[in-house]
């Protein structure tokens, strides 16, 4: 009962899944990457079925990229920098509209890439918000500046309306079962340099490869 594992369940853990991205010459190792989503997906589950649809999303997301890294194509899909020169190599990758590959790992991590840009504009409104901050308009706002441009018109609205759903900024900070505010604000200014270091390093790689844009 009081002990469940859910009730165990820390947005620390899951923030510092991110911490393990990265192996000693900066790639990023694609089990942790998804791991870390997973748990971002568990954590986003707890706040309500308001959700669902954009779990769902991100879960199908995860799967396909599970997939290829368990399929006998596996080893090529160990880091990221791995993953997009062994789809380029193998033309495995639809550049211009989807056709032949509409689920290559290399478009599919790009939806979850630009998700994580929202969620570290998301999370340092959070660390440097006040008590009478809303959730809903930093969700927004974070939205708005990432994700939002690459969604149509009716997901953008799905999604406007779903943000009004978030609990208040500190039933989101007892749901993220870190501690204290101020626990919770210490917690976020070690994680955020994190997924900051694995997004840049996965927007260079991307942009390097003209790979930004991929549909
Ligand atoms: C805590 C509050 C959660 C707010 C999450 C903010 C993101 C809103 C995203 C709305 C996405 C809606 C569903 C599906 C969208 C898909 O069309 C796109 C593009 O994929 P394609 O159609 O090209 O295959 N999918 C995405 O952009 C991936 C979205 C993943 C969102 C994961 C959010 C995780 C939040 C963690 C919470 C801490």
């Known amino acids: 009962m009081a002990n469940s594992v859910e009730e165990k369940f820390s947005l620390r853990e899951v923030l510092d899944t991110f911490s393990l991205c990265l192996s000693e010459n900066k790639e990023v190792y694609v089990q942790h990457y998804v791991e870390g989503w997973r748990g971002l ?42 993953m997009v020169k062994y789809e380029l190599d193998n033309e495995l990758v639809d550049l211009t509209r989807r056709d032949k590959h509409p689920e290559s790992g290399c478009r599919t991590l790009l939806r979850l890439h630009r998700a994580l840009r929202w969620l570290e504009l998301f999370l340092e409104r959070l660390r440097t918000s006040s008590e009478d901050s809303k959730t809903s308009v930093m969700c927004s706002e974070a939205y708005n500046e990432s994700l939002a441009q690459h969604h149509a018109w009716i997901i ?55 790979l930004l844009q991929l549909p």
């Open 41 to 82: 997906v568990r954590f986003m589950n707890s706040l309500g079925s308001v959700f669902s649809f954009i779990s769902k999303d991100a879960v199908n997301k995860i799967e396909i990229l599970v997939n290829f890294l368990n399929g006998e194509n596996g080893a090529h899909y160990v880091t990221i920098q791995s």
């Open 156 to 210: 953008r609205k799905a999604a406007g309306t779903a943000f009004w759903a978030l609990p208040g900024r500190q039933t989101f900070f007892d749901v993220m079962n870190v501690g204290t505010p101020e626990q919770v604000v210490a917690m976020l200014g070690n994680a955020l340099p994190l997924i900051s270091e694995v997004y840049n390093i996965t927007e260079n790689l991307y942009a390097q490869h003209d």
